[in-house]
């Protein structure tokens, strides 16, 4: 639908607050009141696109109890979050944008937490990883994930090797690869 790819590309660009009603319609060449016969309000699109953009993501995502070792599942998940980035820029930056609204993003980044969660869970059960405190690996993780892939998405470092770096720091801290008198990975 014209409506949809027209506002997703506006706020990817401009934010959720930025993007006016009348802008997007305009954009989507369809009168405003056809928005409003379509969605309630600014909140309902945002969370239609959301829920679009979400569902390309997760549909595409490792299995979380797929095969292989808990750190082979882990790099799949990094693995696939800069695929998404570099294939799907938009999408990326649409959820960034909509991220901090109430019909934003959220669900998106606390799907993604569990499924970091379980792997360090299953990691740790199998005697794989060393975790220690799983939630607070799990949101830093998430950070990370987040914190590249914005920059990235902003032409900072392009040409970093976040999937390889990211997953080596992983390994480092959750198999305790480099234990110094700072506490892993230090």
Known sequence: MALL??????????GVKAASISEIAARAGVAKGLL????????SLVQAIDQEVQSGYMR???PAGGSGT???RLHALIRHHFDFLASSPEDAQFLY???GTAAG???????LHER???????????????SGDKEALAYMLLGSLH???RLMLHEFKRDYDAVHHLAAMCDKILMRQGDGPEGPGF
């Open 5 to 14: 790819a027209s506002a997703k590309s506006l706020i990817a660009a401009k």
């Open 70 to 72: 808990a750190r082979e």
């Open 60 to 62: 595409d995502l490792p």
């Open 105 to 111: 993003a959220a669900g998106f980044y606390d799907h």
């Open 97 to 99: 944008q909509s991220g």
């Open 116 to 130: 970091i969660l379980g792997i360090l869970a299953q990691g740790e059960r199998a005697g794989e990883f060393v």
């Open 36 to 43: 409003f016969y379509y969605f309630k309000d600014k909140d």
């Open 147 to 149: 914190g590249v892939g």
